[in-house]
């Protein structure tokens, strides 16, 4: 069982940044994606940007330029680098991590923007 804990979250101001991370622990294999999703209040959960292990990664159109997902295998760690916030982006942010076997994901950790 994998288990994954969030970091990072907070408030900011618009145009401001933050930095989430996600450290996994427990039984991993070589291949997993990692990756971040959000939900907003009242919205959907959706994808934010994902990885893999080779380093190839995916983002959200509405992230794009913005944000910079990487990992580090070795620490079994993802980070979200987060520039140019906007209120849009306020949400509860997960880590998500998924292998052959199965999915898990973090407890979420809060992203407020406002001035």
């Known amino acids: 069982q994998v288990q994954l804990v969030e970091s990072g979250g907070g408030l900011v101001q618009p145009g401001g940044s933050l930095r989430l991370s996600c450290a996994a622990s427990?039984?991993?294999?070589?291949?997993?994606?990692m990756g971040w999703y959000r939900q907003a209040p009242g919205k959907q959960r959706e994808l934010v940007a994902t990885?893999?292990?080779?380093?190839?990664?995916n983002y959200a159109d509405f992230v794009k330029g913005r944000f910079t997902i990487s990992r580090d295998n070795a620490k079994k760690t993802v980070a979200l680098q987060m520039n140019s916030l906007n209120p849009e982006d306020a949400a509860v942010y997960y880590c998500?991590?998924?292998?052959?076997?199965?999915?898990?994901w973090g407890q979420g950790t809060q992203v407020t923007v406002s001035s």
């Open positions: 998500n991590l998924r292998a052959i076997v199965g999915e898990s």
């Open positions: 427990g039984r991993l294999f070589n291949r997993y994606v």
């Open positions: 990885i893999t292990s080779g380093g190839s990664t």
